[in-house]
Every structure is written in structure tokens, then in C-alpha cells.
């Protein structure tokens, strides 16, 4: 046996240790109680915060963001942050699980549509502090109301402990954002009563020690395993007899393989409807999200604002999101065109950072060819910024293509007045482009006003995309755990788009439609003068914030052990970002 089989063979050997022992212990931890759950969720902080500093530090390096750069900040708030307020965040439902408590707590309003919206943020005085002006409704299917609200939540809770079932579920972890996985990991640990085995992706598997050290507490009572291998090691995975479920974050192509099969067996199979995997599999899987600009009346402070704003939807790590924005939807005739797009165009430029992700130059390659003409943003370091316009190249190209890195798309529409724009704007996206994760709206608030709020409601409502953002990032959305995090609820095995189920929700809300963001339209100090009751300055996610290293830093030790005594030097680099 040559060496090449040796390792196989140990992979194979090591693989089935772990799923032995994840099948022996499946039901134990089914049955494991609040309490047991709360303390393992306090002791995964502890080794959390211990990695910490190591992990972004190493994700940095990985992601080739220049020494000393701000941008080091994205790692933390993309990384340990979010999964230190997971933790929180679960462990305050766990706390209130007796007869569904929590669920007593939550606001919820009747939208115009006759739907019951849950607001999940702010919840607590720390998110009024820390995140002044951001909100966060999650807006249920039809049937689900304040009145039935705790039949719908926490689930897996329902039954007694005693007579609970595990699962053993695989989790394919993503390349790109670092919290993905382990945030993926606690629900169907936390949300699902499921033990899983977690295949790393090859691009950030050196997160492993860290994520094994974090991750510890789960890994001694027999919950979790984390295992490292390519494509053929996830196949194996996929098909053995004791995974019972399986998670995916990555390609749509990769989940219909591992549905329907590959190639010609894959288009049959696929065709009959009848899957090679026939295991329960959910999925995140991108889109081509859109970005509307609504028109109306922008200062030139807006202008800016918003131009940073929109950069960043884009630029975040580097593109490499499935939720950056690829279609920027503008109003045909508008004044401020001009402005918005050099603003845009400077923002851009100044983000100095060098491509890491594998296969990005080809996407880059394929994009230029589509458009046959771009608008090149040069930046002193990295590979220039390409902007097209759908319209003068490959429209069904771009309107299906997930690029998956620095460019982005423009499309133009008929703007007589901002509420049939609107209108015909998401009825584009509804209909043209692909997927359902997120969209971004961008308006003035005097233009919601002018529609109404609940008319503008209303026409939100025929969105259909998993978490919708009012002139914020639906990159907040999955920032704030409390938040479900998935495509629109319309997805099938033969047309999965975005993908199935959703992950996050810390709330551990059922029957969700969407996430609806609402972020500030001005920063502080201007939305104080101009009557918006914000506290929060140019936000830490913006890849313009020159202090969101240091921000991303303090708030993840801030979740760590939250202290009034912590807020003032978060305040001090926030003011100064």
C-alpha cells in the first residue's frame, strides 16, 4: 500500500473513532439539561477568550490584511465576537427555558400583511448602548402570533428530557468568515439536540487548534469532534451510515453533489427527484444580493455616509461573502448618481488588502469577460476594484453568477417617483437575480415618510429574501446572533437558491420568514441633530473605521464579561473611528 493510501486509510480510521463516539453519546447529550448546557456554554467563553488574540492574529495573516492595519478588526468582529454573544445569547434562553419564559419577553407588533414581527434587538441595556439605533424584528410566517409565540420557539425543548433522541449531524464548514462554523455547530448542538462532526474547510483550516481549544467543553462530553480533509474526506463524510444530517455552507454545485450526485447521474437523479443522499440536509448557500438605492433629497454628508456604507457591503473580506453585494440597483435620471459612485469609488480604493481566497483571480477573469467593458478602481494594494453595468454585457451572466470576490454590478431603473421604483427595483430582484439571502435598501427616512411606514412596510413584504437591511449590511444581521441567518423559506432539494433552514437565532424562533435590520441613516453626532435617537458613531463593521481593530478587540472581551466599567474606552475608539 503506497503512502498516499496510508494516509487515506488513517483519515478513514480517525473519521470513524470520531463518529463511534459521537453515536455513543448522541442520546446523552439529547438529554443533557439546562444547566449542564449553561456551564458548558460559560466554559467555551473561557477557552474562547483564551484564543482569541492567536486566532485573529492568525485569520489576518491568512487573509493577507497588512500589518497594523485597521481591517485586522473584521477578524474579530467576524470571528471570536460573534461567538462569544452566542454563547450569551443562549445561555439567557437556557436560563428561561422553564415553560418557555423567554418567549414572554420578546415584543411583537401586526405588521400591515396581518404577520406577527418578534423584535430580538435591542433586548438588553448593552445593545442599547453598543449598537444605539440598530434594530432587529424577525418577521414570522403567517399563522404564528403573540398568542401561540411559545409553541413556536425552542422545540426540541418540548420533550422530556428523559425520552429525548440525538442525531449524529455533519457540519461543511465555510472558507470565508471564521464563526460560521462554530455558529453553525451550536445549533444543531443547542437548537437541535444533535452532536456533530465538523469537516473544516481546507482554506481556514488552521482555525482548528483554536476552534478545538475554544470548543473543548463540548468536545469532552462526546458532542463535537473537528476533523480536517478535502473534498474526497467530505464525501466520505456525506455517505457514511452513522451521519444522520447533514449542514452545508458553500456552493449551491457542492449541494446538489452531494443531493443528486455529480455530472450526468447528478442531472438524472436531480430530474427524478430522486436523491443519491437521501439524508436531511440544510444549507446556506449565497446569492447574487442586491443593494437598492432609493432616490430623494441626500445631503452631501449623506452621500458620503451612505457611499461608505455601500463600500463596505461590498468590500468586507474582500468580497469573499455570500452576502457582499453584487447587484447595486440605482435610480435611472437621479441628481445624486454621480456623487454616490465617486464617493463609492474612493472608499474602495482605500481598502488595501490582497486576495487569499482560492480561485479568485478566475471569478475576476470571468467577470471582465462577461462585461467586455469595466470600470477599474486602482488601489495601491490589492487587485483593482471592477465595476460593469449588467446591461452592456452577459445580463444572465451576472444576474445568476455569485462572483465571490471585488466586483460588482450596476443595473439602472425608471425612477418617476421613489414608491414605483422601489417596487419595480425588488420585483427585479425577486425575479431576476439569483438567491435569497439578503438585500440592502438604502433611503431616506423623509422617503419612507413621504410612502408611509406602513405602505413602505407593505412593499417590503414582497422581498423574498432571508434578511433584509434598511440602510444598514444584511452583514449585521449574521453579526447579531440573535437574528436567524438563512435564505428565504422557499427553497427546495431541486431548487435550493440560497439555501434551506436557517442557523444563529439564538431566540430559537420557528417558522421564520426573515430578519429585517434597520441601522441609522445618519452616525452620531449628525442623526442626534437631525432628531435620530442614535448614540452609534461610524459603525465598526464599515472597512472606514480606522479604530475597528481596536473596537472589534474590546467588544469581544466586552461579551466576554460585560462591565459598565468597559464601556468608556469602547466608547473613546469608537468616537475616534
Same mark, same amino acid.
Given at each position: ?64 490584511? $497588512? ?52 423584535? +430580538? ?16 424584528? +424577525? ?30 449531524? =455533519? ?57 480536517? @480533509? ?17 449542514? /452545508? ?93 465617486? @464617493? ?13 481566497? $482560492? ?43 455569485? +462572483? ?43 422617503? /419612507? ?13 414582497? =422581498?423574498?429574501? @432571508? ?9 449585521? @444581521?449574521? =453579526? ?35 430578519? +429585517? ?22 459603525? $465598526? ?23 459598565? =466599567? ?12
Amino acid at each position: 500500500m503506497n503512502m498516499a493510501n496510508n494516509n487515506k486509510a488513517f483519515e478513514a480510521e480517525a473519521y470513524e473513532a470520531d463518529l463511534i463516539a459521537l453515536e455513543a453519546a448522541k442520546d446523552k447529550w439529547a438529554q443533557s439539561s439546562v444547566e449542564t448546557r449553561i456551564e458548558i456554554l460559560s466554559l467555551i467563553k473561557d477557552g474562547l477568550m483564551e484564543v482569541a488574540e492567536d486566532w485573529v492574529t492568525a485569520a489576518a495573516k491568512a487573509k493577507q490584511i $497588512p500589518d497594523g492595519s485597521a481591517l485586522k478588526g473584521e477578524e474579530w468582529i467576524s470571528g471570536p465576537f460573534p461567538v462569544m454573544a452566542a454563547c450569551n445569547g443562549l445561555m439567557t434562553t437556557l436560563s428561561h427555558m422553564k415553560d418557555k419564559s423567554f418567549a414572554k419577553h420578546l415584543p411583537t407588533r401586526q405588521l400591515p400583511n396581518g404577520n406577527t414581527a418578534v423584535k +430580538v434587538t435591542p433586548h438588553s441595556i448593552w445593545d442599547h448602548l453598543l449598537i444605539s439605533g440598530v434594530k432587529c424584528e +424577525v418577521w414570522l410566517q403567517s399563522g404564528v402570533n403573540k398568542g401561540n409565540l411559545d409553541r413556536h420557539v425552542a422545540s426540541a425543548y418540548d420533550q422530556p428530557e428523559a425520552q429525548r433522541k440525538g442525531k449524529v449531524a =455533519l457540519i461543511l464548514g465555510a472558507g470565508n468568515i471564521a464563526a460560521i462554523t462554530p455558529l453553525d455547530a451550536f445549533q444543531k448542538l443547542f437548537l437541535e439536540n444533535q452532536v456533530c462532526v465538523i469537516k473544516m474547510n481546507p482554506v481556514n483550516d488552521y482555525l482548528t487548534p483554536f476552534l478545538k481549544q475554544a470548543l473543548k467543553p463540548l468536545i469532552e462530553v462526546d458532542a463535537l469532534r473537528i476533523v480536517n @480533509g478535502g473534498g474526497p474526506a467530505g464525501a466520505y463524510l456525506c455517505d457514511h451510515a452513522l451521519v444522520e444530517e447533514i449542514h /452545508i455552507t458553500g456552493a449551491g454545485a457542492t449541494h446538489d453533489a452531494i443531493v443528486w450526485g455529480s455530472g450526468k447521474e447528478g442531472e438524472k437523479n436531480k430530474k427524478a427527484g430522486k436523491p443519491k443522499n437521501p439524508r436531511k440536509i440544510t444549507s446556506e448557500l449565497g446569492a447574487v444580493c442586491p443593494t437598492i438605492v432609493v432616490p430623494g433629497f441626500w445631503s452631501k454628508a449623506d452621500l458620503r455616509f451612505q457611499a461608505e456604507n455601500i463600500a463596505t457591503q461590498k468590500m468586507h473580506n474582500h468580497g469573499y461573502n455570500c452576502v457582499a453585494c453584487q447587484a447595486l440597483i440605482l435610480p435611472e435620471g437621479w441628481k445624486h448618481t454621480d456623487a454616490l459612485m465617486k @464617493g463609492l469609488s474612493d472608499v474602495m480604493a482605500k481598502c488595501a488588502r490582497g486576495p487569499y481566497y $482560492p480561485g479568485a483571480q478566475g471569478r475576476m477573469d470571468r467577470f471582465a469577460e462577461s462585461a467586455g467593458k469595466t470600470r477599474k478602481v486602482q488601489r495601491k494594494n490589492g487587485p483593482a476594484v471592477e465595476i460593469a453595468e449588467i446591461m452592456n454585457g452577459d445580463a444572465d451572466w451576472f444576474t445568476q453568477t455569485e +462572483v465571490f470576490g471585488p466586483a460588482m454590478a450596476t443595473k439602472t431603473l425608471p425612477a418617476s417617483d421613489a414608491e414605483s421604483y422601489l417596487r419595480a427595483a425588488i420585483a427585479y430582484a425577486n425575479d431576476e437575480l439569483y438567491g435569497t439571502l439578503g438585500a440592502n435598501i438604502v433611503i431616506h427616512p423623509r422617503t /419612507i415618510k413621504e410612502i408611509g411606514k406602513a405602505r413602505f412596510e407593505e412593499i417590503l413584504s414582497d =422581498l423574498k429574501y @432571508g434578511t433584509i437591511a434598511i440602510n444598514g449590511w444584511t452583514g449585521i @444581521g449574521f =453579526l447579531i446572533t440573535a437574528c436567524p441567518w438563512g435564505g428565504f423559506p422557499n427553497a427546495t432539494l431541486e431548487n435550493v437558491g440560497s439555501g434551506i433552514g436557517t442557523v444563529h437565532n439564538t431566540f430559537m424562533l420557528e417558522k421564520v420568514e426573515r430578519t +429585517v435590520v434597520k441601522a441609522p441613516w445618519r452616525p452620531f453626532p449628525r442623526g442626534v441633530l437631525s432628531g435620530q435617537l442614535t448614540l452609534l458613531p461610524r459603525p $465598526p463593521w464599515f472597512i472606514s473605521n480606522k479604530q475597528q481593530h481596536h473596537v472589534g478587540k474590546l467588544l469581544t472581551q466586552f461579551q466576554y464579561k460585560p462591565s459598565v =466599567l468597559k464601556l468608556p474606552r469602547i466608547f473613546a475608539h469608537a468616537l475616534l473611528g
